[in-house]
């Protein structure tokens, strides 16, 4: 039979399961209930006081919540339909309070929401793996200088880059050999599956519909896609070992984006030819779209460098290039290094003039990558953690508050039978309800801050285009609610579970009052640490604004042009060029002063070179100065506002066939002469078994050239004319305008050469740029420190006047009995400030072990600067006593007569 | 005032049968009735009384029903089913059984020769 008429149908209650639970619970309630009031009342008509018969009826009720418990069992009331009715007894004693539920809940949101925004940036930039198949794999491959006192990191030259892969990747053995030759790839020094160098490539779209564009890309060697990086076209091919060879036909490939931008999504852009800087290439392929070039994540054009290694310019010892590999399975990243410097040595027996002392060494890419981002980050995490914890302080101890006013609510339901642990449960079920609450705003909240701090995120900052909300984000929160329900419930639970009889509130009172002291201590501690560490951030920063960058750079605009060899291919042609732009830039309105250079201070590396100076002992080879060098023309210092110390600039006299000069900065004189005047002497760069001597006719001043924190270094500056190249800088300096200006040299240029494609930016918004994260990181923290102060000040606020309003009776008395309103006033702050007393000397210790993490971000301050610690210990004690002050004056206020009489 | 007892394990649901044979009970009134009945020796802890009396409701042999008490008071009354009935007829055989059986034993172990029964673990002693 399909219908069972015996079968009762559900009723119409059996719908909501909760509501039958609901009516079940209270039939409980009411049973128990019923029973103990008519056990008191026979015990009362045998003659017992009231108070005696409801004690010693609840004597007898005997077995406290075990009975209870039992029932429940027998009526099919299990542990999830019991935590169902807790939730739901919990959100009606929320709905019950609606002020403390909103505030908590939007306290928690923001904490919560906070924090996972943070994290989802950290995530993404961080912890994240690379998004490469394997990335684990992936190293940075370097040359070593520390030998020769350079950088642990420096750039490969090409042939020296042939020679450790031909000995290190699996990839360089001829195919075929591959099977047969390596047995263990690790023992057999194959601890590479392949490497690839890449350098950046700018070059300019033209003939194409929408005019010159200036495309960024890089130039690869063949194996970096295929075999480093792993990447699977969308359209035809990668590069295969034939493209990258000397006098193949240039081959590229176009990302997925540029293919849709310039191309249309052309069906038939496969085998289509571009016109790139005046050469021909042909599509070889699209790449996805998402794929990001290691270091260069606009890149959106790729080709092979074709390099001839018979005829390769700049030497063994040159950096030119960069190089990223992809180890062995098989192989740790300690075998590598270890492979590596074997190699290294091998090369350095080899060719002693280019190689003494270099070695070779390799780093994991991703952290490589993020570098510049992590100390800054993993700050900004820590900061916002702490934020958090104070928030769960903050609802600890309103909570704990709670809890004494709930008192007798939870001896009733003592009496009841519920024990102690269920009544700990009903509570830390409330507590996790609020974070589950808060946990779901602050999810709104963290997708819109992870988007604001993406969007605000100082330009350049690495991998920032895969910040996102996503699963692991949310499993974040998730856990982060969960955590805070725990924190801030666990010891208002704790605290109840000892309060169920109600002869002991008054002990369990100051218990209470005690852990809410303590709490709030650490909340002032932990602000005072978060003060501390934005404190320092911000001189820190503010240091580095003012910092002497040695030039000035408002009113300063550079614009780049490059003479392409396509278009001039003699020198010759292309100083010629270059002269006719600057010329035509020099004739605008609000040029004040004109000159030109390789490259802008702060806008990218220039080579390094070395010297010897004439009349000194040659130095051994790995043994020599190094000093990074600029070209300039005459006009130069004074266009960029760049002291000259001593002797003379450049001058137009300073031709290519006049005698060889060259300036050099403070540094250097003071390196190789020391108050000795060098001008006058002569030094020789590079070569120095065939000296080229230069005359040094000028001293100038160190410039910021890297970086705004750096040690200025070993420079020289050499005329252009003497030393010329394609590339150059124009620097504009105007007392107008700037952005006027800008638009003007856009405009002027693009008339005078359509198919240039210059860069034009006003080198403050290089020093800007430079500043940016320190700005990012300082501002965060000091909006997390203003936060922590403000919860800080109101959980104190809180908390004092909640024991003022327990003590009202005592003032009362006091005031009653002639203690004057400014005592009991005194007395209250007094409490306070012992509390913030014990926050402030742990927020000073804390602070100080807190600020050394912060040494390496920290610009001309001390970490445990005195006056920060001390102004700032003192602004955390006088917002206490600010904090505490309304309590102390409603209590001075009291009038003893209501308060006595209301008791 | 005589010692009190528990009400052995088993039989509280018989005695709740019982009583609520001749008319529907609150849980007080049957823990105060059965401690009456037995003039006080017996005492029924409610640790074991609103277990017992759910269970029964569960095994229908009981049904609650709400109703006005004495002092004009919400009560859960206990009603005997059906089936409650047959199994008070059952159960009530099943008890003077065990209570006969448990007098037999008493009586003949009081009559018994005192070696009887002590002789048992010495012979086991021997072999």
Request: include cysteine; charge should be neutral.
């Amino acid at each position: 039979m399909a219908n069972d008429p015996q079968k009762p149908k559900r009723s119409l209650a059996d719908i909501s399961p909760l509501r039958r639970l609901r009516t079940k619970e209270r039939e409980i309630d009411d049973e128990m209930l019923f029973h103990l009031e008519m056990e008191e009342r026979k015990l009362r008509e045998q003659g017992l006081s009231e108070a005696d018969a409801r004690r010693q009826a609840r004597l007898r009720f005997g077995g406290q919540g075990k009975w209870r418990d039992e029932v429940r069992d027998v009526d099919g009331i299990g542990p999830f339909e019991r935590l169902m009715a807790d939730l739901r007894f919990g959100l009606r004693v929320l709905k019950r309070s609606p002020v403390f539920t909103v505030v908590s809940i939007l306290t928690l949101a923001l904490g919560i929401g906070a924090s996972t925004a943070i994290f989802s940036v950290v995530d993404g930039i961080l912890l994240r793996a690379l998004p490469y198949a394997e990335a684990g794999e992936l190293v940075t491959v370097w040359a070593d200088y520390t030998k020769r006192n350079g950088p642990e990191r420096e750039w490969w030259g090409y042939p020296n880059f042939h020679d450790v892969r031909k000995e290190t990747a699996l990839s360089a053995l001829e195919p075929g050999a591959v099977a047969d030759a390596v047995t263990d790839p690790v023992t057999d020094g194959r601890v590479f599956e392949d490497m690839a160098l890449w350098t950046g490539w700018g070059p300019t779209l033209t003939g194409n519909s929408g005019g010159a564009e200036q495309l960024q890309g890089a130039r690869v060697s063949q194996g970096m896609l295929s075999n480093v990086l792993r990447v699977a076209p969308i359209k035809g091919s990668l590069f295969r070992p034939e493209d990258d060879v000397p006098g193949a036909s240039q081959v590229a490939l176009i990302s997925e984006r540029l293919w849709q931008r310039s191309f249309g999504g052309d069906p038939n852009i496969l085998g289509r030819s571009l016109t790139l800087s005046g050469e021909t290439f042909t599509v070889l392929g699209v790449l996805p779209g998402e794929f990001r070039q290691p270091f260069i994540p606009q890149a959106e054009i790729w080709t092979v460098p074709r390099i001839d290694i018979t005829d390769y310019p700049g030497g063994r010892g040159s950096a030119m290039m960069r190089v990223v590999g992809r180890l062995a399975p098989e192989a740790s990243l300690d075998q590598a290094r270890a492979r590596l410097q074997q190699v290294a040595a091998a090369l350095e027996q080899a060719y002693p003039e280019d190689l003494t002392n270099v070695g070779a060494t390799a780093f994991p890419l991703k952290d490589d990558i993020v570098a510049g981002s992590r100390s800054g980050l993993l700050l900004l995490l820590a900061a916002v953690v702490a934020t958090l914890l104070i928030v769960c302080i903050n609802l600890a101890n309103l909570l704990l508050a709670r809890g004494n006013a709930r008192l007798r609510e939870f001896s009733l339901r003592a009496a009841l039978g519920a024990s102690s642990g269920r009544l700990a449960r009903q509570l830390l079920t409330e507590s996790l309800l609020l974070a589950g609450l808060g946990g779901a705003l602050g999810v709104a909240l963290a997708i819109a801050g992870t988007r604001l701090l993406v969007s605000l995120a100082p330009a350049g900052t690495p991998r920032i285009e895969e910040v996102g909300v996503d699963n692991r984000v949310l499993l974040f929160c998730t856990a982060v609610s969960l955590l805070c329900g725990l924190l801030f419930g666990l010891l208002p639970a704790l605290q109840a579970a000892r309060s169920r009889i109600a002869s002991r509130i008054g002990r369990n009172r100051e218990g209470g009052e005690r852990a809410s002291e303590f709490l709030v201590a650490g909340q002032v501690a932990a602000a005072l640490v978060l003060l501390i560490g934005a404190g320092l951030l911000l001189q820190s920063f503010t240091k580095l604004a003012r910092t002497d960058l040695g030039y000035r750079a408002e009113g300063l605009i550079s614009v780049s042009v490059t003479a392409p060899s396509a278009r001039f291919p003699e020198m010759e042609q292309a100083s010629e060029y270059l002269d006719n732009v600057e010329a035509e830039l020099s004739s605008i309105a609000g040029v004040e002063k004109i000159a030109r250079g390789d490259t802008l201070p702060l806008s990218g590396a220039n080579g390094d070179l070395t010297y010897n100076i004439e009349g000194r002992d040659v130095p051994d080879p790995g043994e020599e100065d190094i000093a990074w060098f600029r070209r300039a023309t005459p006009g130069y210092f004074a266009t960029l506002g760049i002291e000259l110390v001593s002797g003379r600039a450049i001058a137009t006299t300073d031709s290519a066939d006049a005698v060889p000069v060259v300036l050099i900065n403070e540094t250097l004189a003071q390196r190789q002469f020391g108050n000795q005047d060098p001008v006058g002497q002569r030094l020789n760069i590079n070569d120095p078994s065939e000296p080229k001597w230069r005359e040094i006719i000028g001293v100038v001043g160190d410039i910021k050239n890297f970086d705004l924190r750096e040690q200025a270094r070993p420079a020289m500056y050499l005329p252009f004319a003497q030393v010329q190249t394609r590339r150059a800088f124009l620097a504009l300096r105007t007392g107008g305008d700037e952005d006027q200006l800008l638009r003007s040299v856009q405009q002027r240029l693009r008339a005078f050469d359509p198919d240039a494609v210059p860069v034009i930016q006003a080198a403050n918004s290089l020093v800007e740029g430079a500043r940016s994260l320190d700005r990012f990181v300082a501002w965060l923290l000091s909006l997390f420190a203003g936060v922590a102060l403000t919860l800080a000040a109101v959980g104190l606020y809180g908390v004092i006047s909640y024991r003022v309003s327990q003590r009202t009776v005592e003032i009362g008395l006091r005031l009653a009995l002639g203690a004057p309103a400014s005592t009991i006033g005194r007395w209250v702050i007094s409490r306070s400030l012992r509390i913030s007393l014990v926050g402030v000397v742990l927020g000073l210790g804390l602070g100080a072990l807190a600020a050394r993490s912060l040494r390496s971000q920290l610009f001309e301050i001390e970490p445990t600067d005195p006056l920060t610690f001390a102004g700032l210990a003192v602004v955390m004690i006088i917002v206490a006593c600010l904090a505490s002050g309304v309590p102390a004056w409603r209590a001075a206020r009291l009038d003893p007569a209501t308060v006595l009489k209301a008791e | 005032m005589a010692p009190k007892e528990d009400v052995l394990r088993g039989t509280l649901d018989l005695l709740i049968l019982q009583l609520l044979e001749h008319r529907d009970l609150h849980g007080w009134a049957i823990s105060e009735q059965i401690s009456e009945l037995s003039e006080e020796i017996l005492q029924v802890g409610q640790g074991a009384l609103y277990p017992a009396l759910h269970r029964l409701e569960k095994r229908r042999l009981v049904t609650a029903v709400w109703g006005r008490s004495e002092n004009n008071r919400r009560a859960k009354y206990y009603r005997i089913t059906r089936s409650g009935e047959k199994e008070l007829v059952s159960e009530t055989e099943r008890w003077e059984r065990l209570a006969r059986a448990v007098k037999l034993v008493l009586r003949g172990a009081a009559n018994a020769p005192a070696g009887a029964l002590s002789n048992a673990p010495a012979t086991a002693g021997v072999s």
